[in-house]
């Protein structure tokens, strides 16, 4: 019997110790299914096999427990989706939340939701496994899920040192009023220093060296900052002071975290997405920089050549700044191209809508902009005239005072300045009187209208003295006479002289016509344009004075006979 009892009883022990433990997994799952499901009394048989709870809980309430999963998702999955889902619709939703909530029956699942923000779903494997009808389970967690969102949180933190709300709520609003009163203690010795720096050496200095910023705008700068830095702080102070309040009192603590959540979700969100911009950022400075070393040696380049450091057949000296120009906006626009989709939000809708927009409006407001660009580097490039020539566009007569790639200024006589778009000059017939002044000469002419009755020898040689008088007039070449036309009542004559300055050509029209004046008046020539009446005998011819007629007589002159009527 000693032998017996001293065998049998570890072994009792032992199933004495399995019985028990089997009891208390029996009666855990038995209070998990009546924690899950309050006005439920079925049972699901494999409960007191389960060990692990996927309890969905909310403000303490149990809303439905997880059992079944959905192909790889596990239950513990799913409580972990649902948790997250609730509490995100929960923060975003006005309460009361529970009026929000309501479900959807589809053909093999129950959604649920609070307003159109999905929370969790039943499957037809939930209500099998319970051995309930999908409807009335879906009934019964709506309920639940109700009650628990009506409810407030089922415990509050304890006060520490055991005070009322109102003392902690006092409490933190004498706090906060010291903060502001430090905070206004400090900004003031701040903008009092800045006064008294402002008539420093220092910041005589610091002036100095920007040139362009007096000391009293860097001191309004600085003064506006730190105006602004005082207020953001106090409004800061204050925004976080309210929730703190809030959070004492048992109806105040669900709209706490809300009014935090106001603040902190927006810099959460601009954190995350500034970091998860960091590549593409890295990207663009790469671009920029790389840009930035193309655009200094393009520069470089061009600038040599315009100097004639660097010279290229065929290549004129006054075309590496528009080259450069045009091969700037180039490099400009192919950067633009490559950077563009790495900007952000580049890929949104809205983003490209603003961009086409944007676009449309530059096409049709710089339509005349851009032929005038594409004027001006066609002009830059057909070298029809240079700054400083003395050109005729048009009716436009005068100096040339900047060729720009927009625009020409020419300066006229009357030191007038006019702006002519280049399209209007790419379309019109452009005279340059500089090009070969000093290389070749220019040939000014005036043309003389004379009778026929002096002799066109006397007058070739009389407007020849009158160019070899006139200053700027060159000797040689030797001016010469032109006679362009025998008109009826007068002859024609033309005078051309040359000269190497084409820029003061009015002032040697004006003195040529001067010495013309002077030699014919000398001369005894008399200067006109005669439109008369010949009453002649029909005998003689009309010739010059100097000239003898046929067979070497003279001309009879005209008889006049009176006759007397008595």
Same mark, same amino acid.
């Given at each position: ?211 362009? #910023?007096? +000391?009293?705008?860097? =001191?309004? !700068? $600085?003064?506006?900052?730190? %105006?602004?830095?005082?207020?953001? /702080?106090? @409004? &800061? ?113 809205? #983003?490209? +809508?603003?961009?086409? =927009?944007? !676009? $449309?409006?530059?096409?049709? %407001?710089?339509?005349?902009?851009? /032929?005038? @660009? &594409? ?113 009826? #009542? ?20 004006? @003195? ?55």
């Amino acid at each position: 019997m000693i032998q017996i009892s001293t065998l049998t009883s570890p072994l009792l022990k032992l199933l004495a110790y399995r019985s028990g433990l089997f009891i208390a997994i029996a009666l855990s799952g038995i209070a998990h299914q009546k924690l899950a499901y309050a006005d439920t009394s079925s049972e699901s048989p494999n409960s007191s096999l389960r060990t692990e709870s996927h309890l969905l809980e909310w403000n303490g309430h149990p809303v439905f427990e997880f059992r079944e999963k959905l192909g790889s998702i596990s239950a513990g999955d799913r409580l972990s989706l649902a948790r997250l889902h609730l509490e995100t619709a929960v923060k975003n939703t006005t309460p009361p939340i529970s009026e929000h909530v309501r479900f959807v029956a589809t053909p093999h699942s129950i959604d649920f939701y609070i307003d159109e923000r999905p929370i969790f779903s039943l499957f037809d494997q939930d209500a099998s496994g319970l051995r309930l009808q999908k409807e009335w389970l879906a009934t019964q967690v709506l309920g639940n899920l109700k009650t628990a969102l009506s409810a407030g949180p089922s415990t509050l933190k304890p006060l520490p040192f055991g005070l009322s709300p109102w003392v902690w709520a006092a409490l933190y609003f004498v706090g906060y009023l010291l903060v502001v009163a430090f905070l206004l203690q400090g900004f003031g010795v701040a903008f009092r220093t800045l006064d008294r720096w402002k008539t420093s050496a220092a910041a005589l200095r610091i002036a100095r060296y920007l040139r362009y #910023f007096s +000391s009293d705008r860097i =001191f309004n !700068g $600085v003064s506006a900052l730190l %105006g602004l830095a005082r207020f953001s /702080s106090i @409004a &800061i102070a204050t925004y976080l002071t309210i929730p703190l309040v809030l959070s004492v009192f048992p109806w105040g603590a669900t709209y706490a975290p809300k009014l935090l959540a106001l603040i902190l979700d927006p810099i959460k969100e601009v954190a995350t997405v500034a970091i998860a911009y960091l590549p593409n950022l890295f990207f663009i400075a790469v671009i920029v920089f790389f840009t930035r070393m193309l655009l200094k040696i393009s520069h470089w380049f061009f600038d040599e050549i315009g100097r004639g450091t660097i010279r290229f057949s065929g290549f004129h000296t006054d075309w590496a700044e528009p080259t450069y120009q045009l091969g700037r906006i180039l490099i400009l626009a192919f950067s633009l191209i490559v950077i563009f989709p790495y900007l952000p939000g580049a890929g949104s809708p809205a #983003f490209q +809508s603003v961009s086409v =927009f944007i !676009g $449309v409006l530059i096409s049709f %407001g710089s339509s005349s902009a851009i /032929s005038n @660009a &594409i004027a001006g580097f066609v002009l830059t490039y057909m070298r029809p005239f240079q700054p400083g020539d003395f050109v005729k566009i048009g009716g436009t007569t005068g100096n040339v005072v900047e060729k720009g790639i927009l625009v020409t200024r020419i300066r006229t006589i009357k030191n007038v300045d006019i702006t002519i778009p280049n399209s209007a000059i790419l379309g019109n017939h452009i005279e340059n009187f500089s090009t070969n002044a000093r290389a070749k000469l220019l040939i000014l002419n005036s043309t003389i209208t004379i009778g026929y009755d002096a002799p066109w020898k006397l007058i070739h040689e009389l407007l020849i003295q009158s160019a070899k008088r006139t200053p700027r007039i060159l000797e040689n070449p030797t001016p010469f006479v032109l006679q362009t036309a025998l008109n009826d #009542f007068t002859v024609s004559y033309q005078i051309n002289a040359y000269t190497d300055d084409a820029s003061l050509q009015m002032d040697t029209y004006s @003195a040529l016509h001067a010495a013309i004046q002077d030699e014919f008046a000398r001369a005894g020539v008399e200067i006109m344009s005669p439109q008369y009446l010949s009453i002649r005998n029909g005998n003689d011819t009309m010739l010059p004075k100097s000239s003898d007629g046929p067979d070497g007589h003279t001309r009879a002159p005209f008889e006049v006979h009176t006759v007397n009527s008595q």
